[in-house]
Structures are given as structure tokens and as C-alpha cells.
């Protein structure tokens, strides 16, 4: 509290991410970070980088980059609008399409980014609750609205919507609909063809995840070359190089490799796959993932007892605090190694009463 804040500052409830902890060595589950280092043509962009150029101001628009996206996409450049992490995308997008007369919607388990963005940015919104089992019933969106978003998959349940369900609210909205694909790579198909389809449609994803550049921050959306003017009109009159020189080129590197991106996804869907049996033998419910985590309870020990005894022991898991979901874990895929240290860890504090 302090004299000198607005009355909105006041009333913001602020985002709280994940622990990025400076002073122990986790086995690190907690942020679904990619365990995977960036392609090695990114590390080699990097290291030849010539940093003279530091002394310039980045290009604007990321053009070489916009490029890139719209050259693997198969869309023009102006349907690309490129932003700091698909956060600050995200953001934009919630100033430039969401502050309407009627509400935007979206699921009451989804991103707990989104009500902070509706905080920040004044925007009234109405969760729509989702099915006992977390699936989606895109029925219950069927109201009037100023906006939709949903996570797909949905974070952190870690569950697919089909196309088909997408497609379905695009029809029948004449809203914008935003499609959240932060984890879309591992194995969901992307909504991103159906932007050519319907110009409601604005498809976000991020290179944090799949391409193991979290710390890069880049993310990017994909859509009718209106709502990318709108999101470059917010851009615009917020930061004009949101986006550094060196992570420019770094990300075109990342696009350019696609068999490492391939390889690497390949891999943890294998190690998911592997973890979720594992988990699943040790008396835990884990729900069908299709992302890089996931989402699990035990039929008999609390969520929050596993997520401090892990840390003790030095793993890191996500623990949600918060109504129907205060029994789940949510746990980034890491490598094999890391997630035979996670079952290993787990079976002996199960085995402990
Ligand atoms: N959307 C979802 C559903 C997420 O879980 C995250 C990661 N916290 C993001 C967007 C943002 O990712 P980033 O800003 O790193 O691109």
C-alpha cells in the first residue's frame, strides 16, 4: 500500500509465477520449462552474433523473423504480430480485442494469467465452469460475449479441445477468439490453418516451451491481418522494440532447425508418456496429457504433503492452492533421467507414512 498508488494498482491481484530459485540445485519440474538446451544453430547464431549491431536499435517490426513464422505457417507476413514472451502477446491482445460492453469468457481452470490481465486492464469477465472430469464443453460457451479465450491445451490440466470445437466457437462468435497454444507441439494440432477460414481468430504460441528458449522471450500470434493491426497499434503505443536484436536472429536460427524441434518434442511426449504410467503404478490419477507437464493426484496422500516433501528432497513440482485443483500436481516433463529421480523420490515418500 503506499499513498503514491493509483486507485488501480491498488486493486491489482498481481500474477505469481513459478519458483526460479537462485540458491539450490532442483531437479526443476516446476515452470514447464524444456529440459532440452536450444537448438545447437541457436547456441552457434549466438556465439557469432556480431555485437556491434548491440549499439542499434532492433528492427521494429522483427521483419526477418515475421518472415519465418509466416514462411512455416504458410500465411503472409502481416497475419504475424511477434511480441516479449506470448505473455506481453497476450496482454496486447486482451487491450486490443477484450474491453468490450459484455464480458469476455473463458474456462474457470485455465491460465491464471487472464484475470490479471482483465485487472489491469478493466475488463469484465465470466469464467464458464469446466466438466468434473476438466474436459471442455464448448456448449457452455454458447453466450453472449465480448471475447473468448481458452488455453488449448489447457494449462494445467494438461487436456486437448479437438479442432472441431474450435472451429464451432469461431462459427458461432462474433467475437474474437483467442486459441492459447503455449503447448500445442506436444501433441495437439494447431487452430492455426483456420485463421485463413475465420478472421475472428488469433492463434498465440511461444517459443518458450518447445524451443527451449524461455529465457529468450519471444512468442508470436497468428491471424486475419486486422487483428494484427489492431495488436500493432497497441505494440506501437506501448514499446516500439519489444523484441531485441539478438533474440531476432537467435529465434530465426530455431525455425530454421526443424529436426532438432521435432527430435526434442518427440522426446519428452516419449518421457511423458513413460512418466505417466510410472506415476499412474505408484496410485496416482493422471490426466491424458497432449503438453510438456502433467496433472496428477494420489489416491491417498495430499497433494500439498508431496509437493513439500519433494522439495525437501530437492525436486520442484507446481502446487495450485486453489479450489478443485488443491489435490493435483502439476509436473513439467523433464528428462529421463530427471523423471526417474522425480518416480524414485516419490516411491520413497510413499513408502514413508
Ligand atoms: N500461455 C500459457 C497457457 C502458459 O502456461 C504460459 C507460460 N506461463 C504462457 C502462455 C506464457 O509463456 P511465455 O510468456 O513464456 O511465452
Known amino acids: 500500500m503506499s499513498q503514491y498508488w493509483t486507485d488501480l494498482v491498488h486493486k491489482l491481484d498481481p500474477y505469481i509465477p513459478g519458483e526460479q530459485p537462485q540458491d539450490q540445485q532442483y531437479v526443476k519440474l516446476n515452470t514447464n520449462e524444456n529440459p532440452y538446451p536450444p537448438s545447437p544453430k541457436v547456441t552457434a547464431t549466438i556465439d557469432n552474433y556480431n555485437k556491434d549491431h548491440l549499439k542499434l536499435y532492433p528492427d521494429p517490426e522483427s521483419t526477418q523473423l515475421r518472415q519465418?513464422?509466416?514462411?512455416?505457417?504458410?500465411?503472409?507476413?502481416d497475419n504475424v504480430f511477434v511480441g516479449n514472451g506470448s505473455d506481453e502477446v497476450l496482454a496486447h491482445s486482451f487491450q486490443a480485442f477484450f474491453k468490450?460492453?459484455?464480458?469476455?469468457?473463458?474456462?474457470?481452470?485455465?491460465?491464471?494469467?487472464?484475470?490479471?490481465?482483465?485487472?489491469?486492464?478493466?475488463?469484465?469477465?465470466?469464467?464458464?465452469?469446466?466438466?468434473?472430469?476438466?474436459?471442455?464443453?464448448?456448449?457452455?460457451?454458447?453466450?453472449?460475449?465480448?471475447?473468448?479465450?481458452?488455453?488449448?491445451?489447457?494449462?494445467?490440466?494438461?487436456?486437448?479441445?479437438?479442432?472441431?470445437d474450435i472451429e464451432q466457437l469461431c462459427k458461432n462468435n462474433s467475437s474474437v477468439v483467442?486459441?492459447?497454444?503455449?503447448?500445442?507441439?506436444?501433441?495437439?494440432e494447431s487452430a492455426i490453418p483456420?485463421?485463413?477460414?475465420?478472421?475472428?481468430?488469433?492463434?498465440?504460441?511461444?517459443?518458450?516451451k518447445s524451443r527451449s528458449l524461455a529465457g529468450l522471450r519471444l512468442g508470436y500470434a497468428i491471424g486475419h491481418k486486422d487483428l494484427i493491426e489492431g495488436l500493432n497499434r497497441v505494440k506501437d503505443s506501448f514499446n516500439s522494440y519489444p523484441i531485441d536484436s539478438l533474440a531476432q536472429t537467435a529465434a530465426v536460427s530455431s525455425i530454421e532447425d526443424d529436426s532438432y524441434f521435432q527430435q526434442?518434442?518427440?522426446?519428452?511426449?516419449?518421457?511423458?508418456?513413460?512418466?505417466?504410467?510410472?506415476?499412474?503404478?505408484?496410485?496416482?490419477?493422471?490426466?491424458?496429457s497432449a503438453a510438456n507437464f502433467i496433472f496428477a493426484c494420489h489416491e491417498?496422500?495430499?497433494?500439498?504433503?508431496?509437493?513439500?516433501?519433494?522439495?525437501?528432497?530437492?525436486?520442484?513440482?507446481?502446487?495450485?492452492?486453489?479450489?478443485?485443483?488443491?489435490?493435483?500436481?502439476?509436473?513439467?516433463?523433464?528428462?529421463e533421467q530427471e523423471m526417474q529421480k522425480l518416480i524414485a523420490t516419490l516411491s520413497k515418500i510413499l513408502q514413508q507414512n
Do not use: H, W
Not at 182 to 187: L, Q, S, T, V
Open 68 to 77: 519465418a513464422l509466416a514462411q512455416r505457417f504458410g500465411v503472409q507476413q
Open 100 to 164: 468490450q460492453s459484455k464480458p469476455l469468457v473463458f474456462p474457470d481452470l485455465s491460465y491464471s494469467f487472464y484475470p490479471v490481465y482483465c485487472g489491469l486492464y478493466e475488463i469484465e469477465s465470466k469464467t464458464i465452469p469446466i466438466n468434473e472430469d476438466f474436459s471442455i464443453n464448448i456448449n457452455d460457451f454458447d453466450i453472449d460475449n465480448g471475447g473468448i479465450i481458452i488455453p488449448n491445451p489447457n494449462a494445467p490440466t494438461s487436456m486437448l479441445m479437438p479442432l472441431a
Open 178 to 188: 483467442i486459441i492459447d497454444e503455449a503447448y500445442i507441439d506436444f501433441g495437439g
Open 194 to 208: 483456420l485463421t485463413r477460414k475465420y478472421d475472428n481468430l488469433l492463434v498465440i504460441q511461444t517459443f518458450s
Open 264 to 288: 526434442t518434442c518427440q522426446k519428452i511426449v516419449q518421457t511423458r508418456e513413460q512418466a505417466s504410467e510410472q506415476l499412474t503404478r505408484l496410485g496416482f490419477k493422471v490426466l491424458p
Open 300 to 335: 491417498s496422500r495430499s497433494a500439498q504433503e508431496l509437493y513439500s516433501e519433494l522439495k525437501k528432497a530437492g525436486v520442484l513440482v507446481r502446487y495450485f492452492n486453489k479450489p478443485r485443483i488443491d489435490n493435483y500436481l502439476r509436473i513439467t516433463i523433464g528428462t
